[in-house]
Every structure is written in C-alpha cells, then in structure tokens.
C-alpha cells in the first residue's frame, strides 16, 4: 500500500520561506513522478511541480520561486518555497502519478494522496 506522509507546512509572512517534505513508502521511489498539488479555499486542485526522473516540472505561477527535489536514500521528496506570496496560501497534497502525461497537472489523473499540510502566507 502506497503511503505519502507530507511535513513542514505552516505560517509565514509574505516573502519567507517553508520546506515541505515528502516521504514515500509501499511504492518503487523511482518508478513513478512524485510532486505537489495544492488546493485554496473555495478554489479547485491545481498542480504545482512534479519530479520524475530526476527532472522537475513547475506549473507557471512558481516557476522561479519554488524548487522540488527528492533524496533517494530517505525516500523523500522536498519542496522549496521561497518569496512566498498570500495567494500560496493552501492545502499542500504530495502525491503520486503513474501515468506518462504527469506534466499535464490534472488532479484527475493522480494515483495517490497524501493527507495534506497547511501552508499559510500572511500579508
């Protein structure tokens, strides 16, 4: 059984820096792109980087300011926010993608969740 334990969220003022974390278990930690989705208040799941292969994907909005990367040994993947902004406030999902076309961003095709980490961007 697939687990991804998400960590690290919290509260920061706009412009500061969190690390969230990722740790895999259940699944091979190569085989598949593992990244990050969020969801707003009110709003819709939108992704937000994938790593596969050692390569990262960004949606446009964090491009420049967030940087996903992953340890192998820990079996872990991290995601690196800086110059946060209000509209980074979120729910924070790890997830899995076991399908080709990951880079699409579409929550419909994520094979696995994790439970989620508040991130809170005050301004």
């Known amino acids: 059984e697939v687990h991804l334990v998400e960590s690290g969220g919290g509260l920061v003022q706009a412009g500061g820096s969190l690390r969230l974390s990722c740790t895999v278990s259940?699944?091979?930690?190569?085989?598949?792109?593992i990244g990050w989705f969020r969801r707003a208040p009110g709003k819709d799941y939108e992704g937000v980087a994938y790593i596969s292969e050692d390569r990262p994907r960004y949606t446009d909005s964090v491009k420049g300011r967030f940087t996903i990367s992953s340890d192998k040994r820990r079996k872990t993947i991290y995601l690196q926010m800086s110059a946060l902004k209000p509209e980074d406030t979120a729910i924070y999902y790890c997830?899995?993608?076991?399908?080709?076309?990951?880079?699409?961003?579409?929550?419909?095709?994520?094979?696995?969740w994790g439970q989620g980490t508040q991130v809170t961007v005050s301004s």
């Open positions: 259940g699944v091979s930690f190569d085989a598949y792109a």
């Open positions: 997830v899995l993608d076991r399908g080709p076309y990951y880079y699409r961003f579409e929550s419909n095709e994520v094979d696995n």
